[in-house]
């Protein structure tokens, strides 16, 4: 088993969340993207990858995004879950300062122009 590199693990459903998270983060975060969906065999890597680190799921709060993340409470309890607010829909389209209090509040440093 290849144990990761970075301590804590963040699963977003796109490319343009993982491109927004990464402008705000400060610290060596490994981001994964599901593409929007996730096959029961991709989630068994992922908990077997990644059990022993800190796993949070950022998914946005439309109707696929809830969907994807019942389906990580379900497969995988162990991971924090991280909600933006409902009124901005996407990950990718939240503010960066939303998206910065958001992991802060997960402890998770972020660059300080975003506070």
């Given amino acids: 088993m290849v144990m990761a590199e970075a301590p804590k693990i963040i699963i977003v459903?796109?490319?343009s969340d993982k491109i927004k998270v990464q402008e705000v983060?400060?610290?060596?975060?490994?981001i994964i993207c599901t593409n929007g969906t996730i096959s029961l065999s991709k989630m068994d890597e992922l908990i077997d990858e990644y059990f022993q680190n800190e796993v949070y799921v950022l998914v946005d709060t439309d109707e696929a995004g809830?969907?994807?993340?019942?389906q990580f409470i379900?497969?995988?309890p162990e991971a924090s879950h991280l909600?933006?607010?409902?009124?901005?829909?996407e990950v990718a389209a939240a503010p960066e300062q939303h998206i910065a209090s958001v992991l802060l509040?997960?402890?998770i440093?972020?660059?300080?122009?975003?506070?």
């Fill in 13 to 15: 459903e796109g490319k």
């Fill in 74 to 76: 379900r497969e995988f």
């Fill in 105 to 107: 509040g997960a402890n």
């Fill in 25 to 30: 983060i400060n610290e060596p975060v490994e």
């Fill in 66 to 70: 809830e969907k994807l993340r019942k």
């Fill in 109 to 115: 440093d972020v660059q300080a122009k975003y506070l």
């Fill in 83 to 89: 909600y933006i607010d409902k009124m901005y829909k």
